[in-house]
């Protein structure tokens, strides 16, 4: 960006306008799907916003290739997660399953702070989401981490580090100066931190619903960052 918190209009191709309107659609019809706990509805759409928002950033007009295909990588290991989460029981063991989403989101973080490099980062603001992201693991993390710990002692270190990279994700959207980009990372964040806390401390009403809303807008915050690179 040209300077921290740019907010020129983003430049998007109609094509790419019209399928970021699917992307939201499907995802708003997904959000009612878990609401009413419809899973076969969510089975398909909750895959689905993610082929949408895919197809967003190749419709988008970017300058050069190396950003598109980081964004796009992310985009198709956090589908992989999404089916890793979603899998029935009688599918793969949900320990299993769990680990596989856990690794595939891990990758998707890496490939999305890659992404957020190439974009542009400065210094000073990356310092202010360093403290942001160290906030973010004293506070939610940690009690996460140790709540992983006491379910089942493998799950410490894989969880561990799968809270170190989402706050290297959200250090570095604070470092690139793009407000629809910073506020998507935090919202992903703040959906992983959901799924940490009532996986293994405790649930609360309506939980799965708040975890899609905010994966869903955040994934859509990351990619609107990018368009800023058109």
Do not use: C, N
Request: glycine letters at 10%.
């Amino acid at each position: 960006p040209d300077h921290p918190f740019d907010v020129r209009t983003i430049p998007m191709t109609a094509v790419a306008g019209a399928l970021l309107a699917l992307t939201l659609l499907i995802a708003l019809a997904d959000w009612v799907a878990v609401a009413v706990d419809r899973r076969p509805l969510e089975y398909v759409l909750k895959p689905a916003t993610m082929v949408a928002l895919g197809a967003v950033v190749l419709a988008l007009d970017l300058p050069g290739g190396q950003l598109r295909w980081w964004y796009l990588a992310a985009i198709i290991l956090s589908l992989a997660g999404d089916v890793f989460l979603m899998l029935p029981e009688s599918a793969m063991d949900p320990e299993l399953s769990f680990v596989a989403g856990l690794g595939s989101f891990l990758v998707a973080h890496v490939l999305y702070v890659v992404g957020m490099v190439l974009l542009g980062v400065s210094g000073g603001w990356l310092v202010i989401g360093t403290v942001a992201a160290v906030l973010v693991i004293v506070t939610v993390g940690r009690r996460v981490i140790a709540g992983a710990r006491a379910t089942d002692r493998r799950l410490f270190a894989p969880v561990m580090a799968y809270v170190v990279v989402i706050a290297v994700m959200i250090a570095t959207s604070f470092g690139t100066g793009i407000i629809v980009g910073i506020v998507g990372a935090l919202l992903f964040g703040f959906s992983d931190s959901v799924i940490g806390w009532t996986r293994f401390l405790r649930d609360f009403p309506h939980s799965r619903v708040v975890v899609m809303v905010t994966y869903h807008l955040g994934q859509v915050g990351l990619v609107l960052a990018l368009a800023t690179a058109g």
